[in-house]
């Protein structure tokens, strides 16, 4: 595969339960997404990626990332990045007063 642009309106948008996400790039390597959650919203659960870890930088705003699995919840703020494990089922809470937007990226192990 060779370079590739993908611009703010040519992403493939879901919407997952409460969380709105622009995925940029889905591929066997890699995933990349950015994800929205207005106050008090609640992401969907994510069951985990077998065979990939993954990271959630956050942008803008306050979250709660609730690793379901191994029952821990983490407070991430602006600039903050947590790595989950591999096949750790997760979801994200927007617990600040403004939105929150997060950056989310896994790819398989080497």
Not at 78 to 90: A, F, S, T, V, Y
Request: glycine letters at 8%.
């Amino acid at each position: 595969m060779s370079q590739k642009v993908v611009r703010y309106n040519q992403t493939k948008n879901l919407l997952e339960g409460e969380e709105f996400t622009k995925v940029y790039f889905h591929t066997d390597k890699l995933i990349f997404a950015v994800s929205t959650l207005l106050p008090g919203q609640k992401a969907c659960l994510d069951k985990g990626h077998q065979g990939a870890d993954e990271t959630c930088y956050v942008i803008e705003g306050q979250v709660a990332i609730h690793l379901t699995e191994l029952d821990e919840v983490h407070e991430l703020a602006k600039g903050d990045c947590i790595l989950i494990p591999e096949g750790e089922p997760h979801y994200t809470v927007n617990i600040g007063e403004t939105k929150s937007v997060t950056a989310w990226a896994c790819a398989p192990h080497l």
